[in-house]
């Protein structure tokens, strides 16, 4: 009796411990969810190794953005990707030197002022928008019945000269080919 008791209270924490993780997952903001699919974006992302952060041991994330989900991508300051760290930058008045831009929802409007400078520059361009990065951004970042999904737009992809995962890639709700420009 007593080894079956044991057993049950044993089971019983391992139950509690695990309802209390689930109940942390469900307390993470819409933002900082976001805020972890940028980080995991930096991982599945390769950039040309001709083209140098301006800081070495830097990968210099660029933040168009206000509020709550700008505050969740300061958290990622400093966290390592491959050999470099982030290094979080809130609104550059040249994003050239940026490997990462993220646009937030409210500056959506500015897509047009920052896109042309990104032109030649090798930066993962997302922008929090509807499924269709038909604009120059790469990855469009969306809430589809209560969840996070993406987009990812190969034509802007390969003319900023990026390679995105496989395993990124068939995570995405869809990805756009050059085609459907």
Same mark, same amino acid.
């Given at each position: 009796?007593?080894?079956?008791?044991?057993?049950?209270?044993?089971?019983?924490?391992?139950?509690?411990?695990?309802?209390?993780?689930?109940?942390?997952?469900?307390?993470?903001?819409?933002?900082?969810?976001?805020?972890?699919?940028?980080?995991?974006?930096?991982?599945?992302?390769?950039?040309?190794?001709?083209?140098?952060?301006?800081?070495?041991? !830097?990968?210099?994330?660029?933040?168009?953005?206000?509020?709550?989900?700008?505050?969740?991508?300061?958290?990622?300051?400093?966290?390592?990707?491959?050999?470099?760290?982030?290094?979080?930058?809130?609104?550059?008045?040249?994003?050239?030197?940026?490997?990462?831009?993220?646009?937030?929802?409210? !500056?959506?409007?500015?897509?047009?002022?920052?896109?042309?400078?990104?032109?030649?520059?090798?930066?993962?361009?997302?922008?929090?928008?509807?499924?269709?990065?038909?604009?120059?951004?790469?990855?469009?970042?969306?809430? !589809?019945?209560?969840?996070?999904?993406?987009?990812?737009?190969?034509?802007?992809?390969? !003319?900023?000269?990026?390679?995105?995962?496989?395993?990124?890639?068939?995570?995405?709700?869809?990805?756009?080919?050059?085609?459907?420009?």
């Amino acid at each position: 009796m007593g080894m079956v008791f044991s057993i049950l209270l044993l089971l019983s924490g391992w139950f509690i411990s695990m309802a209390a993780v689930a109940d942390q997952a469900e307390l993470l903001s819409v933002h900082e969810v976001k805020a972890g699919f940028v980080y995991n974006f930096l991982l599945f992302t390769a950039w040309p190794p001709d083209q140098p952060a301006a800081n070495p041991g !830097e990968l210099p994330v660029c933040v168009y953005a206000r509020g709550a989900v700008a505050d969740s991508l300061l958290a990622l300051n400093g966290e390592p990707v491959d050999r470099l760290r982030i290094r979080i930058v809130l609104w550059p008045e040249f994003p050239g030197d940026c490997r990462v831009v993220y646009i937030g929802a409210s !500056e959506r409007p500015r897509l047009p002022l920052i896109l042309p400078l990104l032109a030649k520059v090798p930066a993962l361009v997302i922008a929090e928008e509807e499924p269709e990065p038909n604009n120059g951004t790469i990855i469009g970042l969306f809430e !589809e019945n209560h969840k996070i999904a993406f987009v990812v737009n190969l034509h802007a992809m390969h !003319e900023h000269r990026l390679l995105l995962s496989s395993k990124l890639l068939r995570l995405a709700r869809k990805t756009i080919p050059a085609a459907e420009q």
